[in-house]
């Protein structure tokens, strides 16, 4: 199969089931709704086991407080790991940050459960100062900072949505595959209920076969620079570089939708070789994504 | 005391010691270096435990391999405690992001210690097909990834230096709070060896009044919004707003030098009433740094 | 009249009608769209008597050619001059930047007359290699540059707006009428057709007192700093600081809306006293803003 | 001759004498210095006669009056034009941006001449409200505005310097000559006394072949995209596309040093085929600047 010339391996990407929360952080202006956004969703990929990211802007005008804000989304396999993970991050990343509200934006029809503010560090940070008002029309805590009162819903809505769809970017050279993955990176960032970090250069095999006890090694078959000394090397003879783009969101569908548009966009960079996915024989997780399929 | 007609509190800033890592990321352009600094000194803050932050930029002309880079660090208070850090950190937020590299930036003169990447999960990442290579005038592990080797030093130094250097802003309106604030940090962020986050809007004390086992919670006597119901509170009869500004460096007199130049820069600010600072009666390191005497 | 406790003056802004260009660039990212937007609107305001800027983004699944882009509107009271304007902006500001097109954004039902390519210095510098072709289900000039082909609408649209909508923010503090600014300007470029360049510093009243031949003057009767000098000043005894908006739009209706949303988003910031507008006894245009009438 | 492998052609730029107005644009925070900057240098390049971009950031602790700041030159061939250019874009571009300040920059034994700013719109616009105050060890002109005075030191100082120094990015895929038109453009914004506004995809040439009376128009010879339409196409086989760089300095030397950086930086991309520069038989200017003498 072919999309702009560019030939789509009829491969399958191994997703995972994992819990997700998604809140709106609003602030005074654009630029601290970014900074708080940015440090809420940072410090994760790699090994870490979260997944956390921007999904979209929001408008002052279609905010409750009619503030600027931003749609982040924190996620995590363990549904108990996920509820400490949202608060700790709300609580580090958000809290801390001038002016800023927090609102559950999560959709009623898509919530699974919710978790509640009460007892948790973020309520307990009020030291009885706290109370829950009504205002735009929540329910909220109210918790006085130095710099005024900082609101949050009571309750944050989560979802077991989808980590872990991905797809690889191999390129003929490094600064197209390297435009080709901002260019989709871009291109899911429009896609609703979905986020994806950054493109990654560093895919990863479970375990080790030198290192046994490694959790997570390179994959040396989708490395370039040695794949003359890989026997199953998986990389094209033309190609030079490859991008490892992993989407993770609220549904099958929405997933799908995005590394759709994420394919789509990568492959109008002339330099392009080669779209696949990786798996890991159900190993993972065993939610198979064949880009053929969502083509 | 007064600094551009502003009262300097005659207090001091309880400041304790920590470990800190000082390294320099690079990468084939500079967005690709904020993409990787942001992402590995995300997440911290509030009650994290973990303070990280970028330092300063770095030109191409000045960096070990001629490309541009930001040179960033990581705090922990124990020394075993911060090696993981360090390395998780670099492993997340700087491995998997395109095109980066990784080099010691603590200065010989400096270091305290070393944190071998030797059998981290760095290192272990390569699973036998990194090696260690000469290459600008140092010793580097050079680890195959997708997009081409990563190349990180052997080594990276640690030095004991000096965390939670403080000062509070406090004025008379939000917006000038928060220009001041942001005035403080843009001129800390000028100063060598030191990093600040961001302002913090939520001071807190060690400890909680009526939830007696929160770690922290909120520093009422500092919340402007709840001052007139506050019996000891430390608000001025003008202020509305106060934002701590949070110092760390590698030494004392670093540290010194940037909270100088922030507390500058925040009375240059019109509506900026007093500049004091937060300290605990010695329960959290003992370091004292009296404002008077830094200015 | 109040809003959020802010004084509205019962006053108008003297608005006067302009020809205004509405053009789309993308680009391969929103780095380049944004470089080329910049470029292309920059150089104007204070006495240019040149209006152009920033009215949106677009998303890639949005644009013609499905890549990122920005709208952006070039304004001028005449209408050959608009023309050439619009010609030249695009000229040096669009074509020299990489990777971008350029796309008719004016809607056909508000669209008074046409821009023709053919015969200015875009099509011109194809030197006879440009061609009109059929692509993105329009007619475009298909001209060959270094980097490839640069395309653009054969024509483009103009419609007779209105320029010089504005309002003044007057606050207590520097800090915070310079908030209230950014807020509103931020809010304005959500509305549709209009475009906001930024706050602007310098009131100006047409001609001088002492300088009899200048062109335009400060408004020293709106000048904070000076206001104890100025037997007619319009500031009021609390105000320290003062900025105007000036909104430009494609209809009376667009310039009203936009000015309605960005007064209510200045009023929010604690600090300011009141709203109102500038207007010139109808020596500029004529066209009446009345601020009670709007909000 | 090669660096990096990347074949560097044995040719000359042709360079042109063009007079410079260097100046220090200051603001409350870096933000409203660059939206200053940006517009203070915007809408030039392509077909415009003037030559202007931002130099470098200015520390606050580098600066006169002790906030962030940034280095922007205005450039013209002819000296009353550069006179009236630089006025203008002060007036237009700085005058009216929040809390804006300007120095002059030129450096005392590089001035050939000042420009006064009495009885130019600048000093005019105080409509004899202004005056001249000894501040920050200078002497200034002090102009009320809305949101407080506006400072400009009386004259500013202009140079004889070089223009149009060029080098052509000839890349095998249009990535990679982005690429390293970025790149290169990032490491010539790291020297002293020069700029660049942008890479440009617009290559061209003195008048045209087929339309007589055109200005300048496409140089067909440069344009990969009919390289095998053109006989005398000055495109490699393997090349895809091609960017010019083009620089601005006080001196052939910072001309040059910044061009050698510029193409080194180039050629660390992998996928640069071939360096190379433009001249016009002398026609332009008769600054010559070989490729070779200056690597």
Known sequence: M??????????????FPMYFGRILITAVTKRWVLASAQSATGGVGGASLIEAGIECNVDSKDSPDGRPGCIIMVGRTKRKELNRELIARIRNGVVPVPTTATFNAMPEDLTDYFVEIRNTPIQLFGDGYEEIVDIYGRKMYKIPLMDGFYYIDTKLGVKKGVAGGNFLIMGRSPAATLLAAEVAVKAIREMPYVFIMRPAASGSKVGGKTYRDAGSTTNERYCACIAEKIKDTRIPSDVRC???MIVNGLSMDSVKNAMKVGIKAATTIEGIEKITAVNFGG????????LHDIL
């Open 242 to 244: 490859v991008y490892e």
């Open 2 to 15: 072919k999309m702009n010339d560019v030939e789509i391996e009829d491969t399958f990407a191994e997703a």
């Open 283 to 290: 190993v993972l997780g065993g939610l198979k994504i064949n």
